[in-house]
């Protein structure tokens, strides 16, 4: 990237090569048509990229609520070992916390292993759920600097064609094609870092909601737990 930099300084400086004022909107023009072919794959890059991101950040938003809001009521009614209502509040929503807890809840009278096995399986397709998009987001974030590194050798290649053709090397003769080279490979690390981030943010929120999950689940065994030592001292 730096002997990239390099090169890009060492262009401005010859005669011709200056670059002009332009306004941001000029610019963004200007570096769309520098882009050549591989602006259109790097434009869906960004498409893609940005329906994901919002669409997972509102979505964990609106799963990170509904957990907080759940785990707090169920942990409540565990306390006072009143399983009946914590049943019935965890089968009155579909957050993951609920589901989880349900499935848990639904077979306590089958003992404490089959409790933790029944939590276990339902956090795996409830974690897979919030994974959803994750994919999409790591995949772009690799692919994206593949393409400009794509569009950088198109852009030398095209470069070299014009020195062929010229028979000579002249900087206005290959300054298109490296003007391309620089401009995909700039725009496809421009696109990978956020991406990258988001990716990062969003696994980090779910790592949380896990830690929450697991909690509050670890909470309904030993209340389950407490429940029947206490109807077994009782008889």
């Known amino acids: 990237m730096a002997s990239m930099m390099t090169v890009l300084?060492?262009?401005?400086?010859?005669?011709?090569?200056?670059?002009?004022?332009?306004?941001?909107?000029e610019q963004m023009a200007q570096s769309w048509d520098d882009a050549g072919f591989m602006r259109w794959p790097l434009a869906a890059c960004v498409v893609v990229g940005f329906l994901v991101i919002v669409w997972k950040l509102i979505d964990l938003i609106?799963?990170?609520?509904?957990?907080?809001?759940?785990?707090?009521?169920?942990?409540?009614?565990?306390a006072e070992h009143d399983i009946r209502v914590a049943l019935e509040i965890t089968r009155e929503s579909?957050?993951?916390?609920?589901?989880?807890?349900?499935?848990g809840l639904e077979r306590r009278d089958e003992g404490t292993d089959r409790v933790t096995?029944?939590?276990?399986?339902?956090g795996l397709i409830e974690l897979s759920k919030l994974e959803g998009g994750l994919v999409v987001l790591a995949t772009?974030?690799?692919?994206?600097?593949?393409?400009?590194?794509?569009?950088?050798v198109?852009?030398?290649i095209e470069a070299f064609q014009a020195?062929?053709?010229?028979?000579?090397?002249?900087?206005?003769?290959?300054?298109?094609?490296?003007?391309v080279a620089l401009t995909t490979t700039a725009a496809g690390l421009a696109i990978a870092?956020?991406?990258?981030?988001?990716?990062?943010?969003?696994?980090?929120?779910i790592d949380h909601l896990v830690i929450d999950m697991e909690e509050s689940a670890q909470k309904m065994i030993d209340a389950l737990f407490a429940v029947r030592a206490g109807a077994a001292s009782g008889d």
Do not use: C, W, Y
């Open 9 to 25: 300084d060492v262009l401005l400086q010859l005669p011709g090569m200056e670059s002009p004022d332009l306004t941001f909107t």
């Open 62 to 78: 609106r799963k990170g609520g509904s957990t907080r809001r759940i785990l707090r009521a169920v942990d409540e009614r565990l």
């Open 94 to 103: 579909n957050s993951p916390a609920a589901n989880i807890l349900h499935a």
């Open 117 to 122: 096995k029944a939590i276990e399986n339902q």
């Open 140 to 152: 772009l974030t690799n692919v994206a600097p593949l393409l400009g590194f794509l569009g950088t």
């Open 154 to 156: 198109m852009g030398m």
């Open 163 to 179: 020195i062929e053709l010229a028979g000579e090397v002249d900087a206005t003769t290959v300054a298109g094609g490296i003007k």
């Open 193 to 205: 870092i956020p991406v990258s981030i988001a990716h990062n943010f969003f696994v980090s929120r």
